[in-house]
């Protein structure tokens, strides 16, 4: 779908909105949408709205959209976490996708849509960013490993794949330690490196093993700042690779008792949840 966007500049629309969970590539997609827009250098803005997210900044985008690009065929601004924007900027940034100039675009990223106010996604093309399959994930770290001119054993990419929920910006971080460690370490190093980078991991692993509540509340404790529904979703993706592999009626249980969303309930019901499969 996006492909076909792109294929006529004159027919693209002007502004994109990009949403999925943490890591699913959605900046990185942003910039080549740009740079299949003809867009790079002094032309192609990044604003992270989680540090600017004033009216101000948008105001200042708004001013700058005007100018002619420097460089480029067009001028692209992603925004990036557009949803932490305040209410009146959101306003603000409405009225730009409203009237935007012909050699301007818009991408905006987001892991919570709802966040933003209905007349700005009424204005954007929507594209959901989802998690990788897990064949999706092994064949994208067989061209990555296989660029460093190094071939692992298929439990270690089997393992990575698991453990990266099924982002591809995990699974590379992961996969960059296992190619520096020892040839008869990367299996473990894998293990240990998906633990240490992610405690959604930890979580997902202490609830599968059928740890007690202590250990599965003291993990919350230490994700409480982090979005529920992202963390629900991950471990929704960890169990379904568990329950492929090996069958598990624990990860089918867990699966059933995170099947609705928690965008109304939020952290409360994700610590309820995860006590209510502790103590099953």
């Given at each position: 779908m996006l492909e076909k966007m792109l294929e006529d500049a004159s027919k693209c629309p002007h502004?994109?909105?990009?949403?999925?969970?943490?890591?699913?590539?959605?900046?990185?997609?942003a910039r080549?949408?740009?740079?299949?827009?003809?867009?790079?250098?002094?032309?192609?803005?990044?604003?992270?709205?989680?540090?600017?997210?004033?009216?101000?900044?948008?105001?200042?985008?708004?001013?700058?959209?005007q100018y002619?690009?420097?460089?480029?065929?067009?001028?692209?601004?992603i925004l990036d976490e557009c949803h932490k924007l305040s209410n009146d900027a959101q306003n603000a940034?409405?009225?730009?996708?409203?009237?935007?100039?012909?050699?301007?675009?818009?991408i905006l990223c987001t892991t919570e849509p709802q966040k933003l106010i209905k007349t700005i996604k009424g204005r954007c093309s929507q594209i959901q960013m989802k998690p990788l399959?897990?064949?999706?994930?092994?064949?994208?770290l067989r061209i990555s490993s296989r660029k460093e001119k190094i071939r692992l054993d298929k439990e270690i990419?089997?393992?990575?794949?698991?453990?990266?929920l099924g982002l591809p910006r995990n699974a590379l971080q992961i996969l960059e330690q296992v190619l520096a460690a020892d040839p008869e370490g990367r299996l473990e190093t894998a293990k240990k490196a998906a633990e240490e980078q992610s405690q959604s991991i930890e979580?997902?692993?202490?609830?599968?093993?059928?740890?007690?509540?202590?250990?599965?509340?003291?993990?919350?404790?230490?994700?409480?700042?982090?979005?529920?529904?992202?963390?629900?979703r991950h471990i929704l993706y960890y169990c379904q690779a568990?329950?492929?592999?090996?069958?598990?009626?624990?990860?089918?249980?867990?699966?059933?008792?995170?099947?609705?969303?928690?965008?109304?309930?939020?952290?409360?019901?994700?610590?309820?949840?995860?006590?209510?499969?502790?103590k099953s």
């Open positions: 502004a994109f909105l990009l949403h999925g969970d943490t890591g699913t590539g959605k900046t990185t997609v080549i949408i740009a740079s299949k827009l003809g867009c790079s250098g002094l032309d192609l803005k990044e604003v992270d709205t989680a540090d600017f997210r004033g009216i101000d900044t948008i105001r200042e985008v708004r001013k700058q959209s002619q690009p420097l460089e480029s065929a067009c001028r692209v601004w940034l409405l009225k730009i996708l409203e009237d935007t100039p012909k050699h301007v675009y818009f399959t897990e064949n999706e994930m092994i064949r994208l990419y089997e393992q990575i794949a698991q453990d990266s979580l997902c692993r202490a609830l599968i093993s059928g740890a007690g509540w202590k250990k599965v509340s003291s993990i919350l404790e230490g994700l409480k700042d982090q979005d529920a529904e992202s963390i629900r568990v329950l492929l592999k090996s069958n598990s009626p624990k990860a089918a249980h867990i699966i059933e008792e995170l099947w609705e969303p928690l965008y109304n309930i939020g952290f409360p019901g994700l610590v309820y949840v995860c006590y209510s499969i502790a």
